[in-house]
């Protein structure tokens, strides 16, 4: 996966995915956890005015490239090999969250949420963009169905079938702005996704 990640994805990145990473990342403040962060296609788009940045990455090729990308861009980032079901950080440790095309692979969305929820301070921001079902009904739909088995197989448990933005908001998030739009020059059953903004409620308001 690490070989050809960059490769595979650059046609979606020049299309889109990187103007939609650049007006996610470029409002962020304070202190941010990236989880995910594979070879590091969101490093060069945050801004350079954070407290602190860290990033986890649990697969050692994608990490070596991840490094490799921090010390040429000269960020000062800390990279850990965590998974994001069992994140090192005291509760409400973070001003945000970023997951870009993560929450397909994870085992249980559920758990995955939960433990992201944990370590963002109330009011934080979970910024995400993640490829997803297609409509219900759709014949991409039925395609993707079909395809997942084998996909999950060979492209790391990447799941086609999930409904990660409706996760999300499962999960206790607020959905401050979600987007749903097509990734060009993705594959065919990659191309649906979804992203955006969810909050963590302040404690007042805060569901489990
Ligand atoms: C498709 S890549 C996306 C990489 C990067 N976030 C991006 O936007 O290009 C999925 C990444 O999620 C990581 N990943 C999969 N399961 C994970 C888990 N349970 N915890 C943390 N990272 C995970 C993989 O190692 C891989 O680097």
Request: aromatic fraction near 4%; proline fraction near 6%.
């Given at each position: 996966m690490a070989q050809i990640y960059d490769r595979f994805m650059q046609r979606s990145e020049e299309q889109c995915l990187r103007a939609?990473?650049?007006?996610?990342?470029?409002?962020?403040?304070?202190?941010?956890?990236?989880?995910?962060?594979?070879?590091?296609?969101?490093?060069?788009?945050?801004?350079?005015?954070?407290?602190?940045?860290?990033?986890?990455?649990?697969?050692?090729?994608?990490?070596?490239?991840?490094?490799?990308?921090?010390?040429?861009?000269?960020?000062?980032?800390?990279?850990?090999?965590?998974?994001?079901?069992r994140l090192p950080f005291e509760a409400a440790s973070f001003d945000a969250l970023v997951s870009t095309l993560v929450l397909c692979s994870v085992r249980r969305q559920d758990e995955a949420l939960a433990e992201m929820k944990r370590v963002l301070k109330p009011g934080g921001?979970?910024?995400?963009?993640?490829?997803?079902?297609?409509?219900?009904?759709?014949?991409r739909r039925a395609w993707q169905g079909r395809l997942e088995p084998f996909w999950r197989r060979i492209a790391g448990n990447c799941h086609l079938t999930r409904e990660t933005a409706e996760a999300i908001g499962a999960a206790g998030f607020v959905l401050d702005s979600c987007t749903r739009e097509s990734m060009r020059k993705a594959l065919p059953f990659l191309r649906p996704s979804v992203r955006g903004v969810a909050r963590k409620p302040s404690s007042a308001n805060a569901a489990p």
């Open positions: 939609w990473r650049e007006a996610l990342l470029r409002p962020l403040e304070g202190s941010v956890l990236e989880v995910g962060a594979g070879t590091g296609a969101n490093l060069a788009l945050y801004p350079a005015t954070l407290e602190r940045l860290v990033l986890t990455e649990p697969d050692g090729a994608m990490r070596r490239k991840l490094e490799r990308r921090a010390r040429e861009l000269g960020r000062d980032v800390r990279v850990l090999d965590a998974p994001i079901e921001r979970l910024v995400f963009i993640e490829h997803v079902a297609a409509e219900p009904g759709a014949r």
